[in-house]
């Protein structure tokens, strides 16, 4: 139950009908839940900003930037999910996954870091063959694998 | 430590300044990574600047000018910073895609001072 106290004002100046209002019984309040009046919205704060920047907080700041991280994410676009083979790899499949490309990007730590790349070009050339008095031209075309490492020195050695 | 990085157009009476923490260019000046961080107008215009084709400059020890490589096409990574600060990395397309004509592979470190900095590049060729 909500009541409302004031004090009579008893000046002579005061309007006569809100002196006779303040002389009635004021009617009570009804209690609700929700509130009867709204307050008025108001303006958005203004928001101040320094047009110098801190050079030590923005260093901080990008140095924590996501972008970072969505970058590395990046570098691994096109890395190939493989699956767990049933049975373990042998030295064998290793140069298969090197020449398949399924390992480029960065191998090993420390000073025996270094960058791989494999890749299978397809590459064509032309034979000419006698058959009698005809000459058959052939288009041979065949896949070479290639693989390069990148060490940390700047040597690129080509494995095949 | 951060290098400021800067576009002007004197003919357009544009000068804008913003901050950077790495970029990667090779020996013609073709930049392949830019990573830049100041007010939002400012790292917009030179975002732009760079991948619509203009060439900014980099003000390190010596003045670097910079540009974007010949038929390379460009990606912008942007984030907000508090303070209503902008970081935008501008990284050449054949970053993220390995050319199989012999591109640029990735990248690490590209200066001794850059050390430490979250992404380390360097140009690698096939």
């Known amino acids: ?160 | 430590m951060l290098e400021r990085v800067r576009y002007t157009d004197y003919y357009r009476g544009i000068d804008v300044e913003a901050l950077t923490d790495g970029y990667a260019y090779d020996e013609y000046s073709s930049l392949y990574l830019l990573s830049v961080g100041g007010h939002d107008g400012k790292v917009k215009a030179i975002t732009s600047a760079l991948v619509s084709g203009r060439r900014i400059e980099i003000l390190s020890e010596d003045v670097i000018n910079v540009g974007t490589g010949f038929g390379q096409k460009y990606r912008i990574l942007s984030t907000k910073l508090p303070d209503a600060l902008l970081h935008q990395i501008v990284t050449a397309e054949g970053f993220f895609k390995p050319s199989d004509r012999g591109g640029p592979l990735l990248a690490r470190q590209n200066r001794p001072e850059m050390h430490g900095y979250p992404l380390e590049i360097e140009m690698a060729y096939t």
């Open chain 1, 1 to 160: 139950m909500l009541y409302s106290i004031g004090f009579t004002l008893k000046s002579p100046n005061l309007c006569p009908t809100i002196r006779g209002n303040l002389k009635e019984t004021l009617e009570e309040i009804p209690y609700s839940e929700q509130p009867v009046y709204g307050l008025p919205v108001s303006k958005p704060g203004t928001l101040f900003r320094s047009s110098v920047i801190d050079e030590a907080e923005l260093e901080k700041e990008l140095k924590r930037s996501v972008l970072w991280e969505r970058l590395r994410g990046y570098r691994r676009y096109g890395e190939k999910n493989v699956e767990r083979p049933p049975l373990p790899l042998h030295t064998g499949h290793l140069g298969l996954l090197l020449a398949s490309g399924c390992l480029d990007g960065v191998v090993g730590e420390g000073e025996d870091k270094h960058i791989v790349r494999g890749k299978v070009e397809k590459v064509s050339h032309k034979q000419d063959e006698y058959k009698g008095d005809m000459l058959i031209e052939k288009e041979i075309e065949s896949h070479r694998v290639s693989v390069k490492i990148l060490k940390k020195d700047g040597e690129i050695i080509t494995l095949m």
